[in-house]
């Protein structure tokens, strides 16, 4: 190539087919997403549900609310009394097995290559001290 020529952008290629699992939305779409800190206060097993932990939050209001979350297994639940996490604030309430869920916290996790490898599931936290009800954009 000479000095003169421009160089040819990349072509996008396809993500891997386990990233395309649903729709693509508009940026309207997630700008309608509520996404805040909280904070959890209370952590116990869901009475009516082997993977699910009820978690009691405080996420700014100054009332505290009752999320599902299906990450027992994964996390125990006295060790997430203090932390803080990433919830959808504005998801529309939910009855999850008997008890009403209004919000859900967010986490990653993996796609084990290996069928006999654990699957990970990871909350996602701020990596700052924020307080509840903070927003995340």
Not at 15 to 18: A, I, L, N, Q, R
Not at 41 to 58: F, G, M, S, Y
């Given at each position: 190539m000479s000095q003169t020529e421009t160089p040819k952008p990349a072509s996008p290629q396809e993500?891997?087919?386990?990233w395309n699992a649903k729709p693509q939305i508009s940026f309207e779409d997630f700008a309608k997403?509520?996404?805040?800190?909280?904070?959890?206060?209370?952590?116990?097993?869901?009475?009516?549900?082997?993977?699910?932990?009820?978690?009691?939050?405080?996420?700014?209001s100054g009332v505290a609310r009752q999320i599902c979350a299906g990450i027992k297994g994964h996390y125990e639940p006295q060790d997430l009394v203090g932390r803080h996490i990433i919830i959808v604030a504005n998801l529309a309430p939910r009855t999850i097995r008997g008890e009403e869920s209004r919000g859900m916290l967010l986490a990653g996790s993996n796609l084990?290559?290996?069928?006999?490898?654990?699957?990970?599931?990871?909350?996602?936290?701020?990596?700052?001290?924020?307080?509840?009800?903070?927003?995340?954009?």
């Open positions: 993500p891997p087919s386990e997403l509520d996404l805040r800190v909280a904070k959890v206060l209370e952590a116990e097993d869901h009475p009516n549900a082997d993977r699910l932990l009820r978690l009691k939050i405080d996420d700014g084990p290559t290996d069928e006999d490898a654990p699957r990970q599931v990871v909350l996602l936290t701020p990596m700052g001290d924020l307080p509840p009800g903070s927003t995340v954009s």
